[in-house]
């Protein structure tokens, strides 16, 4: 008989838990696929009784995840235990180290640490995948480093985070409050272990570093992105987006431009009717863009337990096929150094404040919009009960930096109550 992969799993929460039922059931077509089979040597986690709805009782155990990295009978360690530091980063280096191959699901790790680790891995002849790390079950970093390899990428853009685009659209469709759907969701398993990393676009934006080094030939550099989180997004901008035939989402977006590459990761008004207005719940979309192909549209669910191990199984399958590809599609030691340049697109932008509702507070918004060169398209009073006034604005074509001026000349009038919120709308 062919001589089995071998894996070690550190990790057997959502993802892993999955990975173990994705083994077991599908055991018979991956051998038949692959050509040998795919087995599981030994795994760990913080609980070895837990109940996981799943028979490990075949499989070595390990407390310490690191020492997976140290087994003979591991050819593949698997990291699902997910943080930035910590045991995952310990694992991912020894296995390195010790000659075998990784496949991980941890944004968070590749993003801060993914230059370091893939010019370690090069170095030694291992394989680092990390299919799982970007948009889940969509097989995107495949599309890119595989299908769309001959093509100079223009643009990547895309809704990357489950948990953000599922409280969006679930507070627009039942006109339930922020809290009632972010449990919701966690109960769906969209979570990271520090939700702050969900709605503060932190996730997304791990994810977008890691596609920008694919496409765009620069290292991970998670610094560089542009960032907002959704926090501030209120029902009233859900429910202003909708009149306007427009919908929120945390939109990343990474281009070329004449002053080198420019991300964003920030909460934007997208038209309803498009691709990206449509998307709906945890459902991820990622839309690429390059000189020859034009346009590709991913779109597929973005976490949970089947996607994900979805995803980190199609890694393991390419390692027992003995693909070896670059980690991030290019030898690591060619990247080059991405330049931190701010977004300098211009945009028409969505702006909400509140005004004390006294004589000439409007009057002194405007004059501050316009003092930082922003032109007001639309702008709207809302009625109102007390002694605030809601006041929508929707500007022509500006820069972040002039509405962000803007802003800030209007805080300084002293009519304007609590923060207020400015979202780029993208049109394209
Ligand atoms: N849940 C999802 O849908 C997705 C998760 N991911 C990533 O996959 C990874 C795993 O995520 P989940 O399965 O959701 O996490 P989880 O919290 O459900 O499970 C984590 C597992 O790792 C173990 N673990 C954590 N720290 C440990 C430590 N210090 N020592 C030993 N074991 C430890 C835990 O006991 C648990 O079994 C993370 O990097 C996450 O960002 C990626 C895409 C989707
Ligand atoms: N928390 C993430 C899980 C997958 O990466 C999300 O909501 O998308
Ligand atoms: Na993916």
Request: charged share 20%; with cysteine; hydrophobic share 45%.
């Amino acid at each position: 008989m062919t001589h089995p992969l071998r894996l070690g799993i550190a990790g057997l929460g959502t993802v892993g838990t999955g990975l173990v039922k994705l083994v077991q059931t599908n055991a018979a077509l991956i051998e038949a696929r692959v050509g040998r089979p795919i087995e599981i040597s030994a795994v760990s986690a913080r609980s070895r009784s837990r109940n996981r709805g799943v028979d490990i009782s075949g499989y070595a155990w390990e407390d310490d995840p690191v020492a997976l990295a140290r087994r003979d009978d591991v050819d593949v360690v698997v990291e699902l235990m997910g943080g930035e530091n910590g045991p995952a980063k310990a694992l991912t280096e020894a296995a390195i180290a010790a000659g075998k191959d990784v496949v991980s699901a941890n944004k968070a790790l590749l993003a801060l640490h993914g230059q370091a680790l893939a010019e370690a891995a090069e170095a030694r002849g291992v394989a680092l995948r990390f299919e799982a790390a970007v948009a889940g079950g969509i097989p995107v970093i495949k599309s890119l480093m595989e299908g769309l390899a001959g093509n100079r990428i223009t643009r990547i853009k895309g809704v990357m985070n489950g948990t953000c685009n599922y409280i969006l659209t679930r507070m627009e469709d039942a006109g339930l409050p922020y809290d009632t759907v972010f449990e919701e969701a966690n109960q769906l398993g969209y979570l990271e272990a520090d939700p702050t990393l969900d709605v503060g676009g932190i996730d997304a934006a791990h994810k977008l570093a890691l596609l920008a080094a694919i496409g765009f030939g620069v290292q991970p550099n998670f610094d560089a992105i542009e960032l907002g989180g959704i926090e501030k997004i209120s029902i009233e901008d859900i429910r202003a987006a909708a009149d306007m035939g427009l919908r929120i989402k945390l939109l990343g977006v990474a281009q070329m431009t004449g002053r080198g590459l420019e991300q964003s990761m920030t909460p934007c008004l997208v038209p309803a009717d498009s691709p990206l207005g449509q998307l709906k719940g945890g459902t991820n979309m990622v839309v690429i863009e390059g000189d020859a192909v034009e346009q590709v549209v991913l779109r597929g669910p973005g976490a949970g337990e089947g996607p994900t191990a979805s995803a980190v199984m199609g890694d393991v399958i390419d390692i027992a096929r003995g693909l070896r590809l670059p980690v991030f599609g290019q030898p690591a030691t060619t990247l080059a150094q991405p330049i931190a340049a701010r977004a300098t697109a211009s945009k028409p932008f969505y702006l909400r404040m509140t005004l004390m509702d006294k004589p000439g507070a409007l009057a002194k918004v405007a004059e501050a919009l316009g003092l930082a060169g922003v032109s007001i398209n639309r702008m709207r009073q809302q009625g109102h009960a007390d002694t605030r006034a809601p006041v929508l604005v929707i500007t022509h074509k500006t820069t972040r930096d002039a509405i962000e001026h803007a802003v800030a000349l209007s805080l300084k009038t002293g009519v304007v109550v609590g923060d207020p919120v400015a979202l780029a709308i993208e049109e394209d």
